[in-house]
Structures are given as structure tokens and as C-alpha cells.
């Protein structure tokens, strides 16, 4: 298994800024994924992060508002651009060791909560 | 694209009794079908999974049933104990093209088990 830490653990934000949360993976792990989410809910996926090159985004979800890097195998970043109060949500970092098993881990997640 | 469907949606039992959550999924083409844990305040634990090519596996108290011909597959938790009260959320996987690792979560299941 895979060992994942998130920060910060939670934070509450102004309306208009920005923040970005930082993934860290224990070991190597092929794909990396950011999840959000919102209260009392299921997890939706934002996009696929990708080691070298810009993230696969999932409907609904743009790279302006959710910029995200992936500068290796093992450490990636989400941010939230020019937040609102709709923002506010848990944002979990995920990361799986092989692809083809499907299995992910997940960390414990960043709450965000936006005034 | 993939839809999972999960019930119920809240589960009260009595310590030492057993739970049943149903999970259903549409596209044939799903092989991995993993169920995750989620206590208050934290991300989620993979606890069990399960693959295409089996039918159930056990883990201690912890089984997973899956009929590939009707799309379903459940979680069995027997002899359950107050800290099995948690979150509880089945995904399921394809390992093809453009989604290979990304996982589509049903909506969850509060179980409460009471001592």
C-alpha cells in the first residue's frame, strides 16, 4: 500500500484567493488523482494528475480553476483559484502503485472552508 | 459512462449482527470493484476488494460478493462492532483507454452499529 499526506489538514479561506494543497506519496505510485468531496457526499473526481505534463480534467472541471502539477512520481499539487464559498469541500489526494490492479489510497484529506 | 448505484443509504444494526450493502454498476466492461471506509475526518480505506474473474473473498469478518451477469456486487460485514460504524463506499473500475485507474464511487452508506 501506499502511504499518502496531504496539507494543509484544513484552512479557511477568503472569498477571491487562492490556495494550494500539496500530495505526498510514500513511494512511487503510477497515477495520481484529486477528488473532491463536499459535505455528506460520495467523491467526485477533478482530474488525473500527470507526471510531466498537464492534468486530464473531468467534465465540469477546468484548469483555470483548478490548476494542478505533478513535477514527479511521488508529490503533486491542486490548487483552487479565486474561491468561493461553493469551494468549500474536502479535497483528497489518491495515488495508485499499478495501474492495471486498480487499487488507489487515499490521503486524509484538505477542508476547505471559504468565507 | 459508469453509474453505481448503492443502498442503503443509512444502516442502523445491533452489535454483533450482521450488514448487507448492495452495490449495482452499468458498464459491462468494469473488472475491479473496490469498497472503502471512511471514518468522520478522515479519507478513505480501502478495506476489500474484488476482481472480475472471482465470485467472493473473505477477509476475517469482511466479505465481498460479486454477480457479473446482474451487475451487482456487496459488502458483508458479520458480527459487526461499534467501530465498524463508519462511511461505507463501493467504486468500480475498467482498466481501458482513458480511465484506466479512475474509479466511479456510489453515494455511500452511514452504518451505525449500536452496542
Known amino acids: 500500500s501506499a502511504v499518502i499526506s496531504q496539507k494543509p489538514s484544513r484552512d479557511i479561506c477568503q472569498r477571491g484567493t487562492s490556495l494550494t494543497i500539496q500530495c505526498q506519496v510514500d513511494s512511487q505510485v503510477t497515477m495520481m488523482f484529486w477528488y473532491r468531496q463536499q459535505p455528506g457526499q460520495s467523491l467526485t473526481l477533478i482530474a488525473t494528475?500527470?507526471?510531466?505534463?498537464?492534468?486530464?480534467?473531468e467534465s465540469g472541471f477546468v484548469i483555470d480553476k483548478f490548476p494542478i502539477s505533478r513535477p514527479n512520481l511521488t508529490f503533486s499539487t491542486l490548487t483552487v483559484s479565486n474561491m468561493s464559498p461553493e469551494d468549500s469541500s474536502i479535497y483528497l489526494c489518491?495515488?495508485?502503485?499499478?495501474?492495471?490492479?486498480?487499487?488507489?489510497?487515499f490521503g486524509e484529506g484538505s477542508r476547505l472552508t471559504v468565507l | 459512462g459508469e453509474n453505481v448505484e448503492q443502498h442503503p443509504s443509512t444502516l442502523s444494526v445491533q452489535e454483533g449482527d450482521s450488514a448487507v450493502i448492495k452495490c449495482t454498476y452499468s458498464d459491462s466492461a468494469s473488472n475491479y470493484f473496490p469498497w472503502y471506509k471512511q471514518e468522520l475526518g478522515k479519507g478513505p480505506q480501502l478495506i476489500i476488494d474484488i476482481r472480475s474473474n472471482v465470485g467472493e473473498k473473505k477477509d476475517q469478518r469482511i466479505a465481498v460478493t460479486l454477480n457479473k451477469t446482474a451487475k451487482h456486487f456487496s459488502l458483508h460485514i458479520t458480527e459487526t462492532q461499534p467501530e465498524d460504524s463508519a462511511v461505507y463506499f463501493c467504486?468500480?473500475?475498467?482498466?481501458?483507454?482513458?480511465?484506466?485507474?479512475?474509479?466511479?464511487f456510489g453515494r455511500g452508506t452511514q452504518l451505525t452499529v449500536w452496542p
Open positions: 467504486a468500480s473500475n475498467h482498466d481501458r483507454g482513458s480511465t484506466l485507474g479512475r474509479l466511479y
Open positions: 489518491s495515488g495508485g502503485t499499478t495501474a492495471n490492479t486498480g487499487e488507489l489510497f
Open positions: 494528475a500527470n507526471q510531466g505534463s498537464e492534468a486530464t480534467y
